[in-house]
């Protein structure tokens, strides 16, 4: 099982987020309601998607660990391992609040909370 470290997660996602390919830069490819896949059409990613091999993810989808998966469900199904869990945990919650306009089971409230794309482009350096 790889080990993923911090810098190698900030990379890939700078890498994605300069390539325009996250899924979040206003690119709702993956029609709603269907589970996340990590890495969708066009070469289009998410947080943690924008690490992992072809491999992993085929692992990903055969285990049936595409939807509401955390770093800690892909170290426990020996798919990946997460030098930094939280960063990559802290990483794809701003992903997903960006992606989706909200956090956790609540609408996003601009006068409460942070920007999320900010909050994810201070996470990986931008």
Known sequence: M???TKQQLIDANRRAYTARRLVAQNLHLIPQGDPCV???PRS???GIGAVLTDDE???IVERGLNEGTSAEDLTAYNVVQFEDIKFA???QGAHDAWAVGHRSDREY???VDADP???Y???IGL
Do not use: F, M, S, W
């Open 38 to 40: 990590y890495q969708g």
């Open 44 to 46: 289009t990613v998410c």
């Open 117 to 119: 794309a900010h909050e």
């Open 57 to 59: 993810l085929a692992k």
């Open 121 to 123: 482009r201070t996470l």
């Open 109 to 111: 409230d601009p006068e």
């Open 2 to 4: 790889r080990t993923i």
């Open 89 to 91: 945990n802290d990483l």
